[in-house]
């Protein structure tokens, strides 16, 4: 069965940092270009990073340049979201997503093909 699973949201105070994973399971992560995506209450869900197969190509939305890092270790078949600095606008669930392809479309995966079931990120004092 193929299976993406995020974890590691929480509160944290604006400022402060939080690590998201994205672990795979039924399926190898290393063919796939692999995207973070987060929905705030009342809006659409919007992509935030994606990150190509081999990890050689990373891309981020305006919004979280120079603040988020995305990365990925085949080798435990996760993916990472490396979240600093962050704000009350970060308040979101965020999501991760497999795309079809090894390549982005600008921060996003190409031909999106599985989900995972989300994580709850809230940034507050």
């Known amino acids: 069965q193929v299976q993406l699973v995020e974890s590691g949201g929480g509160l944290v105070q604006p400022g402060g940092s939080l690590r998201l994973s994205c672990a795979a399971s039924?399926?190898?992560?290393?063919?796939?270009?692999i995207g973070w995506f987060r929905q705030a209450p009342g809006k659409e869900r919007e992509g935030v990073s994606c990150?190509?197969?081999?990890?050689?190509?990373?891309n981020y939305a305006d919004s979280v340049k120079g603040r988020f890092t995305i990365s990925r270790d085949n080798a435990k078949n996760t993916v990472y979201l490396q979240m600093n600095s962050l704000k009350s606008e970060d308040t979101a669930v965020y999501y991760c997503?497999?795309?079809?392809?090894?390549?982005?479309?600008?921060?996003?995966?190409?031909?999106?093909?599985?989900w995972g079931q989300g994580t709850q990120v809230t940034v507050s004092s």
């Open positions: 039924g399926f190898r992560l290393d063919y796939y270009a």
């Open positions: 990150i190509s197969s081999s990890g050689g190509i990373t």
């Open positions: 997503a497999a795309g079809k392809y090894y390549y982005c479309s600008g921060y996003v995966p190409w031909n999106i093909s599985s």
